[in-house]
Nanobody
Framework: QVQLEESGGGLAQPGGSLTLSCEAS????????IGWYRQPPGKERELVAR???????DYADSVKGRFTISRDYNKNRVYLQMNSLRPEDTAVYYC???????????????WGQGTLITVSS
């Protein structure tokens, strides 16, 4: 019942911008962390950006200065603003979250279904 819903994938030209969003839904006590991973063709899955319940953020070195992650704490939603897109950003992007369900029990790790972003001219 607790799940992640992703939106915002698509096609962009190099230098363009896209925004991804992800919302954790269901009976959730707390979202410990939420963010995005990606898996380029033929490569390993890697962290793109994430934000914790305390507001700390982490970014992959390859996206620092170009991508910005933000969180709506009232709606358990996270946004990833992607600017200055490069062909190397082409990948399937997966939302990921660590949540505590309600009633509180063990911490759950959730994955979205993945959304494809293609950066090409």
């Amino acid at each position: 019942q607790v799940q992640l819903e992703e939106s915002g994938g698509g096609l962009a030209q190099p230098g363009g911008s896209l925004t991804l969003s992800c919302e954790a839904s269901g009976n959730i006590f707390n979202v410990i962390a939420i963010g995005w991973y990606r898996q380029p063709p033929g490569k390993e899955r890697e962290l793109v950006a994430r934000v914790t319940s305390g507001g700390s953020t982490d970014y992959a070195d390859s996206v620092k200065g170009r991508f910005t992650i933000s969180r709506d704490y009232n709606k358990n939603r996270v946004y990833l603003q992607m600017n200055s897109l490069r062909p190397e950003d082409t990948a399937v992007y997966y939302c990921n979250s660590m949540v505590v369900p309600n009633p509180p029990s063990k911490t759950l790790e959730l994955w979205g279904q993945g959304t494809l972003i293609t950066v090409s001219s």
